[in-house]
């Protein structure tokens, strides 16, 4: 894997796991179209997820450390005998309304596991999903008109956003958009649809780091230099970090639907190319 071929998926990766248009989708799309084998880049695939995870951190990094924080005190109020105490504080609520969402992304992932990578195999499957990406988007703005703020947050809220996150694991569907919609579409406000949507990817993304870990970095950096695979984690990181920022501002002037013209063009075009091919 040559310099810029590792800038192009970096920057693949960084925008489009933040943006709305599926970042599962470009990587595999890049990898068929630059001829790259899946398997061979592993590594670097996976060190680009840890890039876009700090990208979230540096983003929301009050609200991390305020939610490590209140985990300690839950800790000691459990040792206590005080119990978890959910409606302590907002930030309690929200890293428990945070878990509930993970949970059906973690049952999804773990039972379903062979057959969304199956998937990501057949240009067809990801055309589809980005053809329902940009259907999601269109649909999402139609929603957007709760007030839900994280004091009136409950787990039947934070189970859709997760089962949201679960259809994410399809290639060619946005794991940020189908989040979004889901927030929306529970009622949230749409600041905190967005907030929500990003602080509950950090768990997914470090989950399927660990299970990625043992084979990836069994296999090492090969058919890349470290310096590339260290520019790409770069670049996806910064990319990652302009993309959340973009996205917030998107979400709050309602203009996800624009996202909708290129996921339908993109998808099409795919599923064309895979006929036709």
Same mark, same amino acid.
């Given at each position: 894997?040559?310099?810029?071929?590792?800038? !192009?998926?970096?920057?693949? $990766?960084?925008?489009?796991? *933040?943006? #709305?248009?599926?970042?599962?989708?470009?990587?595999?799309?890049?990898?068929?179209?630059?001829?790259?084998?899946?398997?061979? @880049?592993? *590594?670097? /695939?996976?060190?680009?997820?840890?890039?876009?995870?700090?990208?979230?951190?540096?983003?929301?990094?009050?609200? !991390?450390?305020?939610?490590?924080?209140?985990?300690? %005190?839950?800790?000691?109020?459990?040792?206590?005998? +005080?119990? #978890?105490?959910?409606?302590?504080?907002?930030?309690?609520?929200?890293?428990?309304?945070?878990?509930?969402?993970?949970?059906?992304?973690?049952? /999804?992932?773990?039972?379903?596991?062979?057959?969304?990578?199956?998937?990501?195999?057949?240009?067809?499957? !990801?055309?589809?999903?980005?053809?329902?990406?940009?259907?999601?988007?269109?649909?999402?703005? +139609?929603?957007? =008109?709760?007030?839900?703020?994280?004091?009136?947050?409950?787990? +039947?809220?934070?189970?859709? @956003?997760?089962?949201? $996150?679960?259809? %994410?694991?399809?290639?060619?569907?946005?794991?940020?958009?189908?989040?979004?919609?889901?927030?929306?579409?529970?009622?949230?406000?749409?600041?905190?649809?967005? +907030? *929500?949507? *990003?602080?509950?990817?950090? #768990?997914?993304?470090?989950?399927?780091?660990?299970?990625?870990? #043992?084979? %990836?970095?069994?296999?090492?950096?090969?058919?890349?230099?470290?310096?590339?695979?260290? @520019?790409?984690?770069?670049?996806?990181?910064?990319?990652?970090?302009?993309?959340?920022? %973009?996205?917030?501002?998107?979400?709050? !002037?309602?203009?996800? =639907?624009?996202?909708?013209?290129?996921?339908?063009?993109?998808?099409?075009? @795919?599923?064309?190319?895979?006929?036709? =091919?």
């Amino acid at each position: 894997m040559t310099f810029f071929e590792s800038v !192009i998926l970096g920057l693949a $990766q960084g925008l489009s796991e *933040f943006l #709305p248009i599926s970042s599962s989708g470009h990587l595999a799309l890049l990898e068929h179209f630059f001829g790259i084998d899946e398997d061979r @880049v592993l *590594f670097f /695939a996976t060190l680009l997820h840890l890039g876009t995870l700090f990208s979230i951190f540096f983003v929301y990094h009050k609200d !991390i450390g305020a939610l490590l924080r209140e985990l300690g %005190a839950v800790f000691a109020d459990l040792f206590a005998g +005080r119990g #978890p105490r959910l409606n302590a504080n907002e930030t309690r609520r929200l890293g428990f309304m945070i878990l509930a969402a993970t949970v059906p992304t973690a049952i /999804a992932g773990l039972l379903l596991h062979d057959l969304f990578s199956g998937l990501y195999g057949s240009l067809v499957a !990801i055309g589809v999903g980005l053809l329902i990406t940009g259907s999601m988007m269109f649909v999402s703005e +139609r929603m957007a =008109r709760g007030d839900l703020d994280v004091s009136g947050l409950g787990f +039947r809220h934070a189970f859709l @956003v997760g089962v949201m $996150q679960s259809v %994410a694991l399809c290639p060619g569907i946005s794991r940020s958009g189908a989040t979004i919609t889901g927030g929306l579409a529970s009622g949230m406000r749409r600041e905190l649809a967005v +907030r *929500f949507a *990003f602080l509950i990817s950090i #768990p997914s993304v470090l989950g399927a780091i660990l299970l990625e870990a #043992p084979g %990836a970095f069994g296999a090492g950096p090969e058919g890349a230099s470290l310096p590339a695979v260290g @520019v790409g984690v770069l670049v996806s990181m910064l990319s990652g970090f302009f993309a959340i920022k %973009a996205m917030i501002r998107v979400v709050s !002037i309602g203009r996800l =639907r624009y996202f909708s013209f290129y996921t339908w063009a993109l998808g099409a075009a @795919v599923i064309v190319y895979a006929l036709l =091919r």
